[in-house]
C-alpha cells in the first residue's frame, strides 16, 4: 500500500498538474478526521507521511501527568517512562497508533481526494482559461435548453447563453455549431459559468475582427457602435492610414466581408459611417442615407438639432425611428430632426419672439439672431458671461435683456394660467 500510494500521488501530481504537497496534505486531513471519527473527537491526532516509503503514520498525543483523569488525553509518568524514559509531569507525548487500522482508510481516503483534487484542478483549469478568453468570440455547440437558456458545448466545459442575451426571433437547435461573445467567466463551486451573448455591441466589433484583416491589426478602428440586435446597427470607423478607406476596408470586394458578417447575424442590417471629430460632420454621416440641410449644437446638453429637407423626413427618421435613435446613440448626442419648412417657420416665431422683448429693436434682434439666441426662450434662460461674449453686448444691456425677457416670459405664462383652457408659447 505504501508504495502504491506514493506512486498514486507522483502520476497524478504529474500528470494532472496539482501540487503534490496539496494532495499529501489533503490526504492527511482525511485520516486524522477518519481516526477522530472513530476515536473520539477529544484527540490530539497528526498524521505523517514519508515521501521516501510512501508510508503513513497516526500518532495520538498525550499529556504526561502523575494523576489521570482523562485516559483519551492524558498517560501517567510510569506508563510515559515506558515508552520515552526521558519525558516529564507536561510534556506532550506522541503515541503511535497501529497504522494497519487505517490501510483501508488510507486508501479510500487517497482515491477521493485525488479525484476531487482533479476535478478541482480540472476546474480551475477551465476557469484560468476562459477567465482569459472574456471578450473574445468563441465557438459552441448548442446542447440543450432548460429554463436560464440555451447549454453551449464549448469541448472541455459548457456555458450558458441566456434569454438576455439572445437576439430577437432567433432560433438554435441542438446540435446546431453557433458563434458568441463571452461575456462573462464566474467562478463556482461546482464550477466556471460562462455567460455567452449574441447581442453585445461588442459582439459585432469582434466579427468585423474576424472578417478585416485591417481591424484586426489596428489600420482601420471602430470609435463607436449602436445596435438594436436581429435588425439594425451602425458603426463608425476611421483609418490610421491616409491611403486606407476604412469604410471600403469593412464593406470588403462587392461586399463580401461584411456579408459574411450580416449572414452570422442572420441578415441584420449593418451602416459603415465614417467617424468625423466634428460632430456636425459625425451627425451627418450618421443619419444617412438622409441629407442634412444645417445642424445647431447645444454643447451645453449634448443635443442637436437637424434640419433636412422635407421630402428626407422619413428617411432620417427611419422605420420606427430607427435611423435617428442609432445615430444618437452612435454619437452620444439627443438628435431632434425637423424639417426645412418646420424649422422656418420656427426660425420666424422665434426670430418675433425676440422682437417682443421690451427694449429690443430689428438691430438688436439681428445680433441675437446671429449669435445664434433664436427666441426669447433663449435669452432668457442664456448665462450673462455667454450671452456678453456671444453678442459683444456690455455687461448692463445684457443684464437687462436677460431681465427683460424673464420677466415677458414669465407675464405670458400668468396670462395663460388665467385664461380658461386656453395656450401660450413662446418659442
Request: net charge negative; hydrophobic share 40%.
Amino acid at each position: 500500500m505504501n508504495l502504491e500510494l506514493r506512486r498514486i500521488i507522483d502520476q497524478v501530481s504529474r500528470d494532472k498538474g496539482i501540487d503534490k504537497e496539496l494532495l499529501i496534505t489533503a490526504i492527511k486531513d482525511a485520516i486524522r478526521s477518519a481516526a477522530k471519527k472513530r476515536f473520539g473527537a477529544r484527540l490530539e491526532i497528526e498524521v505523517t507521511y514519508s515521501d521516501d516509503s510512501g508510508a503513513i503514520e497516526v500518532f495520538q498525543f498525550k499529556e504526561v501527568v502523575n494523576d489521570v483523569v482523562d485516559s483519551g488525553r492524558e498517560i501517567s509518568l510510569p506508563e510515559a517512562h515506558d515508552l520515552d524514559p526521558d519525558c516529564e509531569v507536561g510534556d506532550m507525548l506522541g503515541i503511535k497508533m497501529d497504522a494497519t487500522a487505517f490501510g483501508r482508510i488510507a486508501a479510500q481516503s487517497a482515491k477521493q481526494v485525488i479525484m476531487q483534487r482533479m476535478k478541482d484542478a480540472e476546474r480551475d483549469q477551465v476557469f484560468e482559461e476562459y477567465k482569459e478568453r472574456k471578450g473574445d468570440l468563441i465557438n459552441g455547440i448548442v446542447q440543450r435548453q432548460d429554463p436560464e437558456g440555451f447549454i453551449v458545448n464549448l469541448g472541455r466545459t459548457e456555458a450558458l447563453l441566456p434569454p438576455a442575451e439572445q437576439v430577437p426571433r432567433e432560433s438554435y437547435n441542438k446540435g446546431e455549431r453557433i458563434r458568441a461573445y463571452v461575456l462573462d467567466v464566474k467562478k463556482q463551486g461546482r464550477g466556471p459559468q460562462i455567460i455567452l451573448s449574441r447581442t453585445h455591441p461588442q459582439f459585432l466589433v469582434e466579427l468585423f475582427k474576424t472578417e478585416v484583416p485591417e481591424i484586426a491589426d489596428g489600420t482601420v478602428q471602430i470609435l463607436a457602435v449602436a445596435r438594436e440586435p436581429g435588425s439594425r446597427s451602425k458603426i463608425a470607423v476611421a483609418s490610421r492610414e491616409t491611403d486606407v478607406d476604412p469604410v471600403g476596408a469593412c464593406v470588403g470586394l462587392k461586399g463580401s466581408r461584411v456579408q459574411n458578417i450580416v449572414q452570422e447575424l442572420r441578415g441584420e442590417k449593418i451602416d459603415i459611417i465614417p467617424w468625423k471629430p466634428d460632430e456636425a460632420m459625425f451627425a451627418s454621416n450618421a443619419l444617412a442615407p438622409a441629407e442634412v440641410s444645417r445642424i445647431i449644437l447645444n454643447n451645453t446638453n449634448r443635443s442637436m438639432e437637424v434640419i433636412v429637407p422635407d421630402d428626407q423626413l422619413s428617411l432620417a427618421i427611419g422605420k420606427r425611428g430607427q435611423n435617428v435613435r442609432l445615430a444618437s446613440k452612435l454619437l452620444g448626442w439627443k438628435i431632434d430632426v425637423k424639417t426645412e419648412s418646420k424649422y422656418s417657420k420656427s426660425l420666424k416665431e422665434g426670430y418675433l419672439s425676440l422682437l417682443r422683448i421690451p427694449g429690443v429693436g430689428e438691430i438688436t434682434a439681428n445680433v441675437l439672431h446671429e449669435a445664434n439666441y433664436t427666441s426669447a426662450r433663449e435669452v432668457a434662460e442664456s448665462n450673462l458671461e455667454d450671452l456678453m461674449q456671444a453678442t459683444g453686448l456690455s455687461e448692463k444691456k445684457a443684464a437687462s435683456l436677460i431681465e427683460a425677457a424673464q420677466e415677458m416670459l414669465g407675464q405670458k405664462k400668468e396670462e395663460g394660467e388665467a385664461g380658461a383652457g386656453s395656450e401660450a408659447e413662446l418659442t
